[in-house]
């Protein structure tokens, strides 16, 4: 018998099975497999959705990262523009630095130099004035003296401004006893009072404070200047009290007084209050500005109280010193003197000074004073003198600055040790830094700024002498 294909028994099964099914179960499975085509067929749009999805994300995500490439391109030629700007003000920054600088190597050098003839100009006047000759003459060196001190101030304040905006003055706070402070004050200010006829006091109480001595006694002498210039009729007072633990210095006088609009005003530069106050002042309306510069520099405070008629009381605060930190050498002033008397005969003063005209004039007032000048221009002139094999010179008036950046202070210490003994020096200058300053009082050589009034020299010299 011959064997029936495999295949074929399972499509004869197939149609069996078709032929035996009923219609409802043909039904059923139509329905069932509608289902699943159904199923199949959201399963294909979810799947195209989802792709679809990511194409658009796709695309989003190229957008934003172009637009990202974009802002970051922007950014940077952003950041590129501002360092081109920082470039140009860091130069800017830089130019500006030299040009102040500059100016003030120029307002020191201009002052240095204009100070020089306004100190060759006081010395002759001094020796002018105080000659024998004819009346008229001492009026005119009188008027002229008056002249040259408004130059002397305005020059004065225009350095002080400079060195303060620019750093170059620094303070330099020490713990110091008021008393000879006080009374050097005094001294400046009692003929200035006295001609007015006003009435001077002053009290220290024995106080010591903490602070800078040449700027305390700036602001100090500018608020004195200020109280004379305005006073006509009453009194000036120059105080000092404790207040919680500090020291309140104050200067009031009985002169016109404030108006409450200007009481801001006054301590800005070129301002005097009121046209009335201003009218007779005469001042240049720096005097204040430069107090509040200064005690701004000093860390102090500075307070006013006026009443419009009837006067006012300018008042600075600095820190309270203890006794024990204050050392004999603070506690005085002895650069004052009331002392009028000359007392010079037989007096040797070696002068050294790179200014013929200062020499000139300083010589003139030296005869004038019984004192025998000898002057030398230069350290060379110096040894000419040394070898010259006369005796010690009594005393020595030196500038600070010579010629070929010379110092007068070697020339002090040239003679010193030649002659083996410690001769009195004063170095005059109008350098008014605190480099010269220190090195004049390491050297223990006293100093005055030029230029200097004769009076000051004069008393100077007989505290040196004594």
């Not at 990202?68 to 501002?82: F, H, I």
């Not at 005085?332 to 009331?338: G, I, L, R, V, W």
Request: hydrophobic share 40%; glycine share 6%; aromatic share 4%.
């Amino acid at each position: 018998m011959k064997a029936v294909p495999d295949r074929q028994v399972a499509k004869s099964e197939h149609l069996n099975l078709m032929y035996d099914t009923s219609p409802q179960d043909l039904s059923r499975q139509l329905e069932k497999l509608n289902k699943i085509n159904a199923a199949l067929i959201e399963r294909v749009e979810r799947s195209v959705e989802q792709q679809g999805n990511a194409y658009s994300l796709f695309n989003a995500a190229i957008g934003l990262e172009n637009q990202v490439r974009q802002r970051t391109d922007e950014l940077q030629e952003a950041l590129d523009r501002l360092e081109r700007s920082n470039d140009a003000l860091v130069a800017a920054r830089d130019e500006a630095e030299r040009a102040n600088e500059a100016k003030t190597r120029f307002f020191t050098a201009v002052g240095h130099d204009v100070l020089q003839p306004l100190h060759a100009a006081r010395l002759t006047l001094s020796a002018l004035g105080e000659s024998n000759e004819i009346t008229e003459h001492r009026n005119l060196a009188n008027q002229i003296d008056h002249a040259l001190s408004s130059v002397e101030e305005l020059l004065r304040t225009m350095l002080d401004i400079t060195k303060i905006e620019t750093g170059v003055t620094q303070p330099a706070p020490r713990p110091l006893n008021l008393t000879g402070l006080f009374e050097s004050l005094h001294v400046n200010f009692a003929p200035l009072v006295a001609e007015k006829g006003l009435d001077f006091a002053i009290e220290t109480n024995g106080l010591n404070v903490v602070s800078d001595p040449a700027m305390l006694r700036r602001i100090l002498q500018n608020l004195l200047s200020n109280a004379v210039r305005f006073t006509t009729t009453g009194h000036i007072a120059l105080r000092a009290e404790c207040q919680e633990g500090d020291v309140r210095i104050s200067v009031a006088d009985t002169g016109p007084g404030i108006a409450e609009a200007d009481r801001e005003r006054i301590f800005e530069e070129f301002q005097c209050g009121s046209d009335e106050r201003s009218a007779r002042s005469g001042g240049f309306g720096l005097g204040l500005f430069i107090v509040k510069r200064m005690a701004y520099a000093l860390g102090h405070t500075i307070h006013v109280q006026t009443t419009p008629g009837a006067g006012s009381t300018f008042s600075v605060v600095v820190p309270f010193a203890p006794a024990s930190t204050v050392s004999a050498s603070n506690s005085a002033s002895p650069s004052m003197s009331t002392d009028n008397q000359y007392g010079f005969a037989g007096i040797d003063v070696l002068v050294i000074e790179n200014d013929h005209n200062v020499i000139a004039a300083t010589k003139t007032l030296l005869e004038q004073w019984n004192c025998q000048a000898f002057p030398a221009t230069d350290l060379d002139q110096i040894e000419s003198y040394i070898e010259s094999g006369g005796r010690a010179p009594s005393i020595i008036l030196a500038d600070f600055h010579l010629d070929d950046d010379a110092c007068g202070l070697t020339g002090v210490a040239r003679l010193r040790e030649a002659f083996k003994t410690d001769i009195p020096a004063i170095v005059i200058t109008a350098d008014h830094g605190p480099v010269s300053g220190a090195a004049v009082k390491a050297a223990g050589c006293e100093l005055l700024c030029k230029p200097i009034r004769p009076a000051e020299l004069r008393a100077l010299m007989r505290h040196s002498l004594s």
